[in-house]
């Protein structure tokens, strides 16, 4: 079982990015995705949610309305993207992959460093 994260980077207040999570070696369809971070110092903080059929999506306080987590289930892959960054969202953040039947099977990625600074 594998989760690979991409996309992180340095970018701009007001920027914008696109993570990406690709997994492998289970049924990518039937699990749940979230995306969580964690900033330097700080607790790892849940970010959003997509059910593995895609329909529900939700999304912490501080991240509404400006962060989009969507799935490819013919690609493996989940997405979140992020747009008017604040340096407040500088974190590294980590995909996390949730049997929907049950709490047993969980998977983690190994993280990718998002900076949002000028």
């Known amino acids: 079982v594998q989760l690979v994260e991409s996309g992180g980077g340095l970018v701009q207040p007001g920027g914008s990015l696109r993570l990406s999570c690709a997994g492998s070696?289970?049924?990518?369809?039937?699990?749940?995705m979230r995306w969580y971070r964690q900033a330097p110092g700080k607790e790892r903080e849940y970010v959003a949610l997509i059910s593995s059929t895609e329909g529900s999506k939700k999304y912490a306080n501080s991240v509404k309305d400006r962060f989009t987590i969507s799935r490819d289930n013919a690609k493996n892959t989940a997405y979140l993207e992020m747009n008017s960054l604040k340096p407040e969202d500088t974190a590294v953040y980590y995909c996390?992959?949730?049997?929907?039947?049950?709490?047993?099977?969980?998977?983690w990625g190994q993280g990718t460093q998002v900076t949002v600074s000028s």
């Open positions: 996390n992959a949730r049997f929907r039947f049950s709490n047993d099977f969980d998977y």
């Open positions: 070696g289970f049924t990518f369809s039937n699990y749940d």
